[in-house]
């Protein structure tokens, strides 16, 4: 297999990645188990509207520069930082 191909490979194993727990924090946390997650408190709200409200934008957040440090990592591995 070809460098660029291993390159892309190892980028959308990445991307999907991020999706991937991105959807459990927003969808499944924040909508499907709210009302389990309810039952814990987080700084005086319950887990699940915390989740719902603010923990999956700043899970997001997190996974920006998470994706961007990898990326970096990956661009290193494979020769082909831009600067």
Known sequence: MSKAKDYWKANLRLVAMCIAIWFVVSFVFGIL?????????????????????????YIFVALIFFYAHRMNILDRKFGVRED
């Open 33 to 57: 188990l709210a009302e389990q997650l309810n039952s814990v408190r987080l700084g005086g709200y319950k887990l699940g509207f915390w989740f719902a409200q603010q923990g999956s934008m």
